[in-house]
């Protein structure tokens, strides 16, 4: 990519959402107070945060006419559309499985059969993604042009492209190069990537094209070995209360398989504030500078952040010097750069 003399782009993009296991946790813990003290570390450096909200939790939670979901609903509702009108970005995060979960006025009751947005039909796809944008938009103060796919479950994309495009969806952030799942209901592969920093596509989001229909901003990644997951746990039992996740939920538990792989063999991570993930911060950095890539993106989880992870991003950003960017202005920018290298 064309080389610019000025300090890399950083965008920081977080899955803005509850736990999905037996226990989803409350949104004070999971979602409220995290990004309240996430959101204190980036303003302090000039940063901006992007939340891809859960849009279905926040669409079923209106729908329930309960006192608490209503309530649920305002307060969230009410954190997003501030943060919004201070610079930071709403986008669109789908988990489609709470079409089908169940509240009961306290808790919800987590069905996860359909949770890949695959699992509807292409019409139901359309309706879905045109409601949750809609919702979305009614409190965010920026146009709504970018989409996580929930559990990084974006192939085959070919089968999402209408309903995306139909919603004025042109962006995509769910890639990270290398990365793999063979999990059954939550797999994907990204392991031909393309090596450009970013790039356009159509069909397939690990196959540019040049004049393609939408944009790829893909979040970082980074190869680690079995040793980093090793001090993990290790971090973790000898000072739990730095390590804990500020989220109160417990999460849905992969295959033994996932265990036992990433404690004996090298595997491909997404760059991530969460947890003890934090501490793979300079690395990752240094890869980017190696690379020359002009923009580094980051993403994590509210309810997995921790007050080690968070104290790490700190560190991080006073001694790296980056542009804060959002994904909208990001967007702009990158079709500037593909231009420029076509021409």
Not at 314 to 319: E, R, T, W, Y
Request: proline share 4%; glycine share 6%; with cysteine.
């Amino acid at each position: 990519m064309t080389t610019v003399p000025h300090n890399p782009y950083l965008l920081v993009g977080v899955d803005y959402e509850l736990f999905f296991g037996r226990n989803h946790g409350s949104i004070e813990h999971c979602l409220i107070e995290p990004t309240d003290a996430l959101i204190d570390i980036l303003e302090t450096h000039g940063m901006f945060l992007s939340l891809f909200v859960d849009a279905g939790y926040l669409l079923a939670l209106s729908r329930h006419r309960g006192e608490k979901a209503q309530r649920d609903h305002a307060t969230v509702a009410r954190q997003l559309e501030s943060l919004s009108k201070r610079g930071h970005e709403v986008q669109l995060h789908v988990h489609p499985h709470w079409q089908d979960s169940e509240f009961d006025g306290e808790t919800w009751a987590i069905n996860t059969q359909r949770y890949r947005l695959h699992d509807f039909s292409a019409s139901e796809q359309v309706s879905l993604v045109a409601e949750y944008k809609t919702h979305l938009q009614s409190f965010s103060a920026n146009e709504i042009t970018t989409y996580r796919a929930g559990g990084w479950c974006m192939q085959p994309f070919d089968e999402l492209a209408a309903a995306l495009a139909a919603a004025e969806i042109t962006v995509d952030s769910t890639v990270f190069a290398g990365g793999v799942s063979e999990d059954r209901q939550r797999g994907f592969d990204f392991s031909n990537a393309p090596i450009d920093a970013l790039w356009r596509f159509d069909s397939d989001p690990l196959k540019p094209v040049q004049q393609g229909k939408f944009l790829e901003i893909p979040i970082g990644s980074i190869d680690v070995g079995p040793t980093f997951f090793w001090r993990s746990q290790i971090a973790q039992r000898l000072n739990k209360a730095e390590h804990a996740s500020l989220g109160d939920g417990g999460a849905l538990r992969a295959d033994w398989q996932y265990y036992f792989n990433r404690l004996t063999q090298r595997s491909i991570a997404p760059a991530s504030i969460d947890g003890s993930k934090a501490m793979l911060l300079p690395e990752i950095e240094r890869q980017r500078a190696r690379r020359g890539d002009q923009f580094l993106n980051l993403m994590g989880h509210p309810k997995a952040l921790s007050r080690y992870s968070l104290s790490q991003l700190d560190a991080f950003l006073k001694q790296h010097k980056f542009q804060g960017v959002g994904f909208n202005a990001m967007a702009q920018q990158a079709r500037q750069w593909l231009t420029e290298k076509a021409a």
